[in-house]
């Protein structure tokens, strides 16, 4: 079946391309010139070519129906009676021609498909005579061309019950179009985090890739920006392209900077979920153009190039280089040094090749997301009660012993562990999270847990759990751990935020570190201080330990410098005055409301992003691209209780058992209203992956790179026993 879209991508080609359309009665194919349309038949012209002929007189377009050596019809010599005929012709619009080809298709008259010929592309019917004065040279380059600019603005759609704001529908626009720095006029995207932007301007596809996927899916409904793309190109293979490469078209420049990055979103305009794995496992991304020359580009136009990228690297191999496995360390140098690389790409190889050249054994993609490695051991390790102490009013320490003597490991300052804890002999047991707070030691863990009014792991430690007492505690884990650096060390915190970062202090202490460090607290007054001394005797063994306490609610008898240093609240004006410095790496930890104030106080004043670690207790910061974020209380999934596995969302506190209705454990989070994290919905860009606290899972798709144990990816797993999740 002939398409609108094939015909024009033809009929667009300036040279070099033999364009054959015959009738049904054809006894061979003539190839029209200068993008007319040649057809012969045996007894001259019925009567759809007639009307056809009438119909298209006034737009130039000739239809030939004599022997091979005749010019023309004598539907279009002088004599003939039909004066709409007599018309002088003019030269004919590509989508005359398609809209003509189209009449006779429907009528019956054109059927077809596109076959390649010697680079030369050609639409026939049955046996085509090719005359190689017609055709490409073998040797010849035919060169690329813009087929097709398109445009959209964002919208709204409905998806699965959910409002989605997106702008992967693109539509074609006619003439001559604006490009300027930003984008395509006219053009707009509705998520700058992964799309837009001056290294994403533009989003170029090939429509070479339209009919490899057009096969792949036995699909024919395709019509030009299905893919997203403000650029349809013919030409500019994902396996050509090369990062950096510089092209010319129309009176524009661009340079190629990165591949597609993976989306749900064209799975919702190609009505295909397993799109965004696909374009990556068929090494068929797309990629993006950096406007380098503002200017007017159209269908039609030549695509130039002008200059080559360094190291000669394609678009799909730099795409393969992050999302699949089985880089090289030399590969992952070769990309870094590509000036054109935008800085995502680059910071993401930068993490590979660290993890590369690091001595530590470590597995999984850290280009991807910071994959914590494999816990000491699955799921829980008895360990006894040695000791309780009290650390403030409202905190309490409970210090933790291997029941079987045997050495722990030593964990990272800044993680925490899970407790199971049988709360209620009748119903299934609790999973709560809590901060390690002591130096890492292998023959104790000590966990500092605030008591909550409503709190049930909490009150259950506090009114229940006595020195003796055997409690089921997870592995060591979490990422909110020290990075290596020489900047100066802000460890920031308020409330019980003060545990996790009080084992940093620790560490720092036993290392002796000679960075400048700073020590800032916020409490309500000293009863609800935790850890007062030892922070202030760890501060001492430090060289360049510097500390700042801030009360928000003094008592009378609380000591201005001596229990703490000022009242109020701790805030950037605040670190501008006791002069920290605004390049130091921050580690915040402390009430949600805390968090939200510090970070963006310290975006505002001018503190580096990727400078400000932060560890958030409880449920984390929900990633849903295109969805408006609202906060709901986690709970359990509507409808019959599932009869499969029991999932626990450790941090949002919530179990609910597995129903097969579900397709992933994203969706069972989802239905639970649990803040969830993700992008492709499709295990490519692991933005979903959880730490897998204790359980077994199966993947339905598999992923296209694991990631390391210990670690799971929701979108496209299912339990396969008891799962417990850090989510």
């Given at each position: 079946?002939?398409?609108?879209?094939?015909?024009?991508?033809?009929?667009?080609?300036?040279?070099?391309?033999?364009?054959?359309?015959t009738a049904?009665?054809?006894?061979?194919?003539?190839?029209?010139?200068?993008?007319s349309?040649?057809?012969?038949?045996?007894?001259?012209?019925n009567?759809?070519t007639?009307?056809?002929?009438?119909e298209?007189?006034?737009?130039?377009?000739?239809?030939?129906?004599?022997?091979?050596?005749?010019?023309d019809?004598q539907?279009h010599?002088?004599?003939?009676?039909n004066?709409?005929?007599?018309?002088?012709?003019?030269?004919?619009?590509?989508?005359d021609?398609?809209?003509?080809?189209l009449?006779l298709?429907?009528?019956?008259?054109?059927?077809?498909?596109?076959?390649?010929?010697?680079?030369?592309a050609?639409l026939?019917?049955?046996?085509?005579?090719?005359?190689?004065?017609?055709?490409?040279?073998?040797?010849?380059?035919?060169?690329?061309?813009l087929?097709?600019?398109?445009v959209?603005?964002p919208?709204?759609?409905?998806?699965?019950?959910?409002?989605v704001?997106?702008?992967?529908?693109?539509?074609?626009?006619?003439g001559?179009?604006?490009?300027?720095?930003?984008?395509a006029v006219?053009?707009?995207?509705?998520?700058?985090s992964?799309?837009?932007?001056?290294?994403?301007?533009v989003?170029?596809?090939?429509i070479?890739?339209?009919h490899?996927?057009e096969?792949?899916?036995g699909?024919?409904?395709?019509?030009?920006?299905?893919?997203?793309?403000?650029?349809?190109?013919?030409?500019?293979g994902?396996?050509e392209?090369c990062?950096?490469?510089?092209?010319?078209?129309?009176?524009?420049?661009?340079?190629?900077?990165?591949?597609r990055?993976?989306?749900y979103?064209?799975?919702?305009?190609?009505?295909?979920?397993?799109?965004?794995?696909?374009?990556?496992a068929?090494?068929?991304?797309?990629?993006?153009?950096?406007v380098?020359?503002e200017?007017?580009?159209?269908?039609g136009?030549?695509?130039?190039?002008?200059a080559?990228?360094?190291?000669?690297?394609?678009?799909?191999d730099?795409?393969?280089?992050l999302?699949?496995?089985?880089?090289?360390?030399?590969?992952?140098?070769?990309?870094?040094?590509?000036?054109?690389?935008?800085?995502?790409?680059?910071?993401?190889?930068?993490a590979?090749?660290?993890?590369d050249?690091s001595?530590?054994?470590?597995?999984?993609?850290?280009?991807?997301?910071?994959?914590?490695?494999?816990?000491?051991?699955?799921a829980?390790?008895?360990?006894?009660?040695?000791?309780?102490?009290?650390?403030?009013?409202?905190?309490?320490?409970?210090?933790?012993?291997?029941?079987?003597?045997?050495?722990?490991?030593?964990?990272?300052?800044g993680?925490?562990?899970?407790?199971?804890l049988?709360?209620?002999s009748?119903?299934?047991?609790?999973?709560?999270?809590y901060?390690?707070?002591?130096?890492?030691?292998?023959?104790?863990f000590?966990?500092?847990?605030?008591?909550?009014?409503?709190?049930?792991g909490?009150?259950?430690?506090?009114?229940?759990?006595?020195?003796g007492?055997v409690?089921d505690?997870?592995?060591?884990?979490?990422?909110?751990?020290?990075?290596p650096?020489e900047?100066p060390?802000?460890?920031?915190?308020?409330g019980?935020?003060?545990?996790?970062?009080?084992?940093?202090?620790?560490?720092?202490?036993?290392?002796?570190?000679?960075?400048?460090?700073?020590?800032?607290?916020?409490?309500?007054?000293?009863?609800?201080?935790?850890?007062a001394?030892?922070?202030?005797?760890?501060?001492?063994?430090?060289?360049?330990?510097?500390?700042?306490?801030?009360?928000?609610?003094?008592?009378?008898?609380?000591?201005?410098?001596?229990?703490?240093?000022a009242?109020?609240?701790?805030?950037?004006?605040?670190?501008e005055?006791?002069?920290?410095?605004?390049g130091?790496?921050?580690?915040?930890?402390?009430?949600?409301?805390?968090?939200m104030?510090?970070?963006e106080?310290?975006?505002?004043?001018?503190?580096?992003?990727?400078?400000?670690?932060?560890?958030i207790?409880?449920?984390?910061?929900?990633?849903?691209?295109?969805?408006?974020?609202?906060?709901?209380?986690p709970h359990?999934?509507?409808?019959?209780?599932?009869?499969?596995?029991?999932?626990?969302?450790?941090?949002?506190?919530?179990t609910?058992?597995?129903d097969p209705?579900?397709?992933?454990?994203l969706?069972?989070?989802?239905?639970?209203?649990v803040p969830?994290?993700?992008?492709?919905?499709t295990?490519?860009?692991?933005?979903?992956?959880?730490?897998?606290?204790?359980?077994?899972?199966?993947?339905?798709?598999?992923?296209l790179?694991?990631?390391?144990?210990?670690?799971?990816?929701?979108c496209?797993?299912?339990?396969?026993?008891?799962?417990?999740?850090?989510?």
């Open positions: 079946m002939i398409t609108q879209l094939a015909v024009r991508e033809m009929l667009k080609r300036k040279s070099g391309c033999v364009i054959s359309i049904a009665l054809a006894d061979r194919p003539i190839a029209g010139e200068n993008g349309i040649s057809m012969m038949t045996k007894g001259g012209l009567a759809a007639q009307n056809l002929a009438v298209y007189a006034n737009d130039g377009i000739r239809f030939n129906a004599v022997a091979p050596g005749v010019v019809t539907m010599r002088n004599g003939t009676s004066p709409t005929l007599q018309r002088p012709m003019k030269k004919a619009t590509v989508k021609i398609a809209d003509a080809v009449y298709a429907e009528a019956g008259y054109v059927s077809g498909e596109i076959l390649h010929v010697d680079g030369a050609r026939a019917v049955g046996e085509t005579q090719k005359d190689s004065s017609q055709t490409l040279d073998s040797g010849e380059v035919r060169m690329p061309q087929l097709s600019v398109n959209g603005l919208r709204d759609v409905t998806w699965e019950g959910k409002t704001h997106t702008a992967v529908w693109k539509s074609p626009v006619e001559r179009h604006m490009v300027r720095k930003l984008n006219g053009d707009g995207q509705a998520d700058l992964g799309h837009g932007g001056e290294h994403r301007a989003f170029v596809y090939q070479d890739s339209y490899y996927w096969k792949f899916l699909r024919n409904d395709f019509t030009f920006g299905q893919f997203g793309e403000n650029f349809t190109v013919d030409g500019l994902d396996n392209v990062i950096g490469d510089r092209y010319r078209i129309g009176g524009a420049e661009f340079e190629v900077t990165q591949p990055v993976t989306c979103r064209v799975g919702i305009r190609m009505n295909e979920t397993r799109m965004p794995a696909l374009l990556v068929h090494h068929r991304p797309g990629f993006y153009f950096r380098l020359q200017g007017e580009v159209g269908a136009d030549d695509i130039a190039k002008i080559d990228g360094p190291e000669r690297i394609s678009v799909s730099v795409d393969a280089l999302y699949l496995p089985g880089h090289a360390s030399e590969q992952l140098q070769r990309v870094l040094r590509i000036p054109a690389l935008s800085e995502g790409w680059q910071s993401s190889f930068r590979m090749l660290q993890q050249l001595s530590k054994t470590t597995v999984g993609n850290p280009g991807l997301a910071f994959e914590e490695q494999a816990p000491a051991w699955p829980f390790r008895q360990m006894r009660i040695a000791s309780i102490q009290k650390e403030s009013d409202s905190v309490t320490s409970f210090v933790l012993t291997p029941i079987d003597g045997q050495n722990l490991p030593l964990f990272q300052a993680q925490f562990v899970v407790l199971r049988l709360v209620d009748g119903k299934p047991p609790v999973l709560r999270s901060s390690l707070s002591d130096l890492p030691a292998v023959d104790h000590r966990i500092s847990v605030k008591s909550e009014l409503n709190g049930i909490s009150s259950f430690l506090d009114n229940h759990s006595q020195v007492d409690l505690v997870s592995a060591p884990r979490g990422n909110f751990t020290l990075r650096g900047n060390l802000v460890l920031l915190s308020a019980v935020g003060a545990t996790p970062v009080m084992s940093m202090l620790h560490a720092l202490a036993a290392e002796r570190s000679q960075r400048e460090i700073w020590w800032i607290y916020g409490a309500r007054n000293r009863v609800d201080h935790p850890f001394d030892e922070s202030r005797s760890l501060l001492k063994q430090l060289s360049r330990g510097r500390g700042y306490i801030v009360y928000s609610r003094p008592t009378a008898t609380d000591q201005m410098g001596t229990d703490f240093d009242p109020g609240h701790i805030d950037t004006a605040l670190l005055r006791i002069g920290v410095a605004k130091s790496d921050f580690y915040l930890c402390g009430p949600t409301s805390f968090l104030s510090m970070r106080g310290l975006r505002d004043w001018g503190a580096l992003a990727g400078n400000v670690h932060t560890e207790f409880g449920a984390l910061e929900a990633i849903t691209p295109g969805m408006a974020q609202v906060d709901h209380i359990q999934p509507q409808g019959p209780t599932g009869s499969g596995p029991r999932v626990t969302f450790v941090r949002s506190g919530i609910a058992a597995w209705k579900f397709a992933s454990l969706e069972l989070a989802e239905a639970c209203d969830v994290r993700w992008s492709c919905r295990g490519v860009c692991h933005t979903c992956m959880t730490g897998l606290i204790g359980g077994t899972v199966y993947y339905h798709p598999e992923p790179e694991m990631p390391a144990p210990g670690n799971v990816l929701l496209c797993s299912r339990p396969d026993a008891v799962v417990a999740l850090d989510l």
